[in-house]
């Protein structure tokens, strides 16, 4: 089997495990909003059992478990990911370093998966658990496509600026997503554009943000008073009007001055993926949270970090090489 052949196998299943980083993103989400995060007390069995058995909150122990199972489903392909690239690592083009990286996430996500149990979860290791996530799903989707060649026009360097700061932006307003949600902050405010019918509604920062509230607290629905929730799911909402912003001048700014047609379609796609997570973020807030648009909402997380990679991908090209890659394949590191 020919170098080019074997990468383009690698990209596949870094693609794979994309998409299911992805699922389990959501997953993680649906556990996160139907209360089923403490369903099972003990990890990594439920009660002692591989599968949940027949009793009360039985409901709540399945969704928490059929998201272990996927975690488990994405080790596995991560840890094939990392034997392929140790054992391929001479082969052109192979990424070992950031495998290695990879592999050590998944790694550091199982353990706060277990704390966020063992901790009653805590907001501080549930955020943390969140952002893990979303970082694998962009480090494997980094991993699944391939990346262009050549040298930047000189336009497109001030593009790469940019994208540095919308990735800042990105990575804060993700963070306070999930903050938000781990803290039950989401129906802080019912009404929209206000919130409490306010435009400055009364708020309490100082509890709103402090990470530690002392142990054998169970966080499950919260325990934050009303100030310091509204404080959060407000400090959100201004975010996402400037994360929001930044990101789609980003996207229109690559769509009219990049010179690559790639570059071009992920500009758009970003502002595409801003503006569905703006208009599913309302939605969710006027419809008084519902499962479903709450959990799309999270999704639109992850399609954002999918779109942002696309673009930095795109503006970050390999230099030019002699070796003619196969269709889909790239033949530098």
């Not at 009653?120 to 969140?130: C, E, N, Q, R, Y």
């Not at 100030?227 to 996402?240: D, N, Q, S």
Request: hydrophobic fraction near 55%.
């Amino acid at each position: 089997m020919r170098p080019e052949t074997r990468l383009l196998i690698f990209r596949r299943l870094a693609l794979a495990g994309a998409l299911l980083a992805g699922l389990v993103v959501v997953l993680g989400a649906w556990v996160r909003l139907t209360d089923a995060g403490l369903g099972c007390p003990d990890w990594p069995a439920c009660y002692g059992h591989v599968y949940p058995q027949v009793r009360e909150g039985f409901a709540q122990a399945l969704h928490e478990m059929v998201h272990r199972y996927f975690a488990t489903g994405l080790f596995l392909v991560i840890t094939t990911l990392l034997v392929w690239a140790l054992v391929r690592r001479h082969d052109p083009g192979q990424p070992v370093v950031l495998v290695i990286v990879l592999f050590m996430l998944v790694t550091l996500q199982a353990t706060l998966g277990a704390l966020t149990v063992t901790l009653k979860v805590l907001p501080p290791i549930v955020t943390a658990h969140l952002l893990g996530g979303l970082t694998t799903l962009a480090i494997l989707w980094w991993l699944a496509l391939t990346p262009e060649h050549g040298e930047l026009a000189p336009g497109e360097r001030g593009l790469r600026r940019l994208c540095v700061v919308g990735c800042a932006i990105l990575v804060m307003q993700l963070a306070l997503g999930g903050w938000t949600s781990t803290n039950y902050a989401a129906v802080a405010c019912p009404d929209f554009p206000t919130c409490q019918n306010a435009w400055w509604p009364r708020t309490d920062y100082r509890e709103a943000f402090a990470s530690w509230h002392g142990l054998g607290i169970n966080y499950e629905g919260g325990v934050l008073s009303s100030p310091a929730r509204v404080a959060i799911h407000w400090t959100h909402r201004l975010g996402a009007v400037v994360a929001g912003t930044i990101l789609v001048v980003l996207g229109f700014a690559s769509l009219f001055r990049a010179r690559s047609r790639r570059a071009r379609a992920a500009g758009a796609f970003l502002c595409c993926a801003v503006l569905l997570q703006i208009s599913v973020g309302i939605a969710t807030v006027l419809r008084s949270v519902p499962l479903p648009l709450a959990t799309a909402h999270n999704a639109g997380a992850a399609l954002l970090v999918i779109a942002m990679v696309t673009l930095v991908r795109a503006l970050w090209p390999s230099p030019a090489t002699t070796m003619v890659p196969l269709r889909g394949v790239d033949a530098t590191r």
